[in-house]
């Protein structure tokens, strides 16, 4: 048996010990996950400086709040989940005992990503937690700093045989997948969910895939463009474009393409300053590989602003690109780097054509003062999630499920989402040994003639 075999079967094991199954275990399971991250903030803030150039404040604010948030909505609500939900009855189980119970599924295998490689592992292991799962971890190799890290100061936190850490790179993560387990959350690109997805299939096991997309954002003429390209900046540049919810490219009308170029740099520069490669705020792309990946889409495009690198250190500058072809490679793919293209369309009817025509994306920005061009957005398009006259935000909100469709993924998870996800609902009905004769109809021999005629006419 292969380290990792041995290492998903002590977790099974250790599941089936039923440890996990109290309320009381899994919130303080929760309460260490929550210490780990508040005594080890400045090991996971240098960890992410290595790996992707973030500063302390921005590793805070971008990846452990939404952990410390989440856990602490949690560990609030998680006495309410976990109770039976009793169910509407029918005429024929009136004394009986209706309800779902949520039991855990068993051993989880949750696979991170590199972009916000904290928050992105943690924070569906919360979820997984609380339903009273194993999870085994198996963080980005290419956050390697962050990966190195968290097997290290998870095993001093949390249980060593319920919550494992798996690293390693493709070898490791095609071994771990021939693995059985109860679910696997993936977090990556389409590409890895489908070979992920097909993993899965061998063993029956449910997977949720939080993928991406190309998620657009159609800027109306009836705008407040200041504002709006203010928060499109800070969206599509926060950690140097590596967001799966960033907008990826604008849709707007020829007549204010101008104006948006100049109000995105005016937030650029108010940002990052004039030169973005000194600012603290501004991240790196995480390896080379990808920062030549994301050089090669600005080729032979009309950069308004920015364009340049610098392979030494990963930089590339925050880019804006006018009177982008809708065939050119910079529209074919997820961008995931800090390059915004500007598509121009004529019309709202013309931009949801457009959008309507590619893959459903993981999230959909819409910028108007008209409520019914954003009623319209939303009504005739298809996407993961939507924000209005915003970007980004809807995934902070724990009331909101957030997840994919179609090519952006599928399954969702966040607040009860997660709990929900990760437990199977189990469909339960308690009836009495006694009161036998309300049911002696349904027992052989039947009735020779039929006592209730289908119709008038028999």
């Known amino acids: 048996m292969s380290k990792i075999s041995e290492v998903v079967q002590r977790a099974r094991a250790a599941f089936h010990s039923g440890r996990t199954r109290p309320l009381q275990f899994r919130i303080q399971q929760l309460e260490a996950l929550r210490r780990m991250i508040k005594e080890r903030e400045k090991d996971i803030a240098d960890a992410l400086a290595a790996d992707l150039h973030r500063n302390e404040w921005n590793s805070y604010n971008d990846e452990l709040v939404y952990c410390l948030e989440e856990i602490e909505y ?28 949520s039991e855990p599924m068993g051993v989880v295998l949750i696979i991170g990503t590199w972009n916000y490689p904290f928050d992105l592992t943690i924070q569906p292991m919360v979820g997984a937690i609380a339903a009273g799962n194993a999870v085994v971890l198996k963080p980005s190799e290419l956050s390697e700093n962050m990966a190195s890290l968290l097997a290290t100061i998870i095993p001093q936190y949390l249980d060593k045989d319920l919550f494992p850490v798996i690293n390693g790179g493709v070898p490791e993560t095609t071994e771990v997948l021939k693995e059985r387990f109860d679910y696997i959350l993936y977090t990556g690109s389409t590409g890895v969910g489908k070979i992920v997805m097909t993993a899965a299939a061998k063993h029956l096991t449910p997977v949720t895939l939080e993928l991406g997309g190309k998620s657009p954002c159609y800027v109306d003429k009836d705008c407040d463009l200041d504002i709006a390209c203010r928060r499109i900046a800070w969206g599509k540049y926060m950690n140097s474009g590596q967001t799966c919810v960033a907008p990826d490219y ?13 109000k995105l740099i005016k937030a650029v520069k108010e940002f990052y300053g004039e030169d973005a490669k000194k600012s603290r705020d501004y991240e790196r792309i995480i390896n080379s590989r990808h920062f030549q990946r994301v050089m090669g889409l600005i080729e032979g495009q009309k950069v308004a602003y920015g ?28 961008i995931f780097g800090p390059i915004m293209p500007i598509v121009c369309v004529r019309s709202l009817e013309e931009a949801i054509q457009f959008i309507n025509q590619r893959e459903k994306p993981l999230a959909l920005y819409v910028f108007s003062r008209n409520d019914k061009v954003i009623k319209k957005m939303i009504a005739e398009t298809s996407s993961g999630g939507v924000t209005a006259n915003d970007v980004v935000i809807h995934l902070s909100v724990h009331s909101l499920p957030f997840g994919g469709v179609g090519n952006s993924g599928m399954g969702c998870y966040h607040g009860k989402y997660s709990f929900m996800t990760f437990s199977h609902r189990r469909s339960c009905l308690v009836r009495s040994l006694q009161k036998e004769d309300p049911f002696k109809g349904r027992y052989p021999p039947s009735p020779a003639k039929q006592l209730f005629p289908l119709s008038n006419g028999l």
Not at 76 to 101: F, G, M, N, S
Not at 250 to 258: A, E, K
Not at 308 to 313: E, L, N, R, Y
């Open 74 to 101: 949690t560990l609030k609500k998680l006495p309410e989940w976990v109770l039976d939900e009793p169910v509407e009855k029918t005429a024929r189980t009136q004394q009986d005992e209706c309800y779902i119970h």
């Open 250 to 262: 604008i849709l707007c009308d020829p007549s204010i393409q101008n104006q948006v170029v100049e």
């Open 307 to 334: 364009g340049s690198g610098d392979a030494a250190t990963r930089y590339i500058a925050p880019t804006i690109l006018t009177d982008v072809d809708p065939q050119s490679p910079v529209m074919q793919e997820e």
